[in-house]
């Protein structure tokens, strides 16, 4: 067992789903990095900071880097977003294609700091 799941097996019902659901996702597009904490938040690490994620009482963020988002803005338009975070309701489905591309995007920058 790792710290990632210790932090998952936090939460029950929905969001557990949610957080294996986005550690999936994570994992099948960045099969290179590796798992840590950081910030308190489980966190993928590939050449650096890949993304975060973490659950709070209404969504779960995600946490891409400034430069996950602002490629993506337009993508992103129906989602409450800042600089450096996405919430996604956990009443809605996660976007799987939005979120695998943005970690795709996410491992092609961080691969050329290699």
Sequence with gaps: MNAIDGYIDQFTGDKRKKLEEIRALIRENA???????????????????????????????????????????KELKDYRHSRGAIQFPLDKPLPKDLIAAIVQFRVAENTKKK
């Design 31 to 73: 099969p290179e990095a590796s798992e840590k904490i950081s910030w308190n938040m489980p966190t993928f690490f590939l050449n650096g900071n890949l993304v975060h994620f973490a659950m709070n009482k209404a969504h779960l963020g995600f946490y891409p880097t400034p430069s996950g988002i602002e490629h993506f803005e």
